[in-house]
């Protein structure tokens, strides 16, 4: 073997590195996986980045069917609410129209809650 044989070998080995490219097609696939993925998740959830949630409610008509107010203490709930004033009513129903007479299912210590 001559001198500029044997240079040229050192510089491009004469086996190609098949590991290598198992590994850097491994990893593309992996990649285009990922990105399909995500696509994917992206038509399904909108790419909005907004979650999902009920239309905003206007302020609520007082209506003669309130009777009560409860102050709405630091970490109250409407469903605590609820447990707390609903009676026989069920828990679901009596939820339900304490979102109606207030309008939103936000609260707020120290607002004021209308009790149905």
């Given at each position: ?6 240079a040229?070998?050192?510089?491009r080995p ?7 490219r ?13 990105v ?12 909005g ?17 309130v009777?009560?107010?409860h102050?709405?203490a ?9 447990s707390l ?10 939820l339900?129209a304490?979102?109606?007479a207030?309008?939103?299912?936000a ?10």
């Amino acid at each position: 073997m001559s001198a500029e044989a044997e240079a040229r070998g050192m510089v491009r080995p004469t086996v190609p590195n098949y590991a290598m490219r198992r590994a850097v097609a491994a990893a593309a696939a992996l990649v285009s996986l990922l990105v399909a993925a995500v696509g994917v998740l992206g038509l399904l959830a909108g790419f909005g980045g907004t979650p999902a949630a009920a239309a905003e409610a206007g302020p609520a008509a007082v209506t003669e069917s309130v009777t009560a107010v409860h102050v709405a203490a630091p970490g109250d709930t409407l469903w605590s609410i609820a447990s707390l004033y609903r009676g026989d009513i069920a828990h679901d129903r009596y939820l339900d129209a304490l979102v109606t007479a207030n309008g939103s299912t936000a609260i707020q210590a120290g607002q004021a809650v209308w009790l149905p």
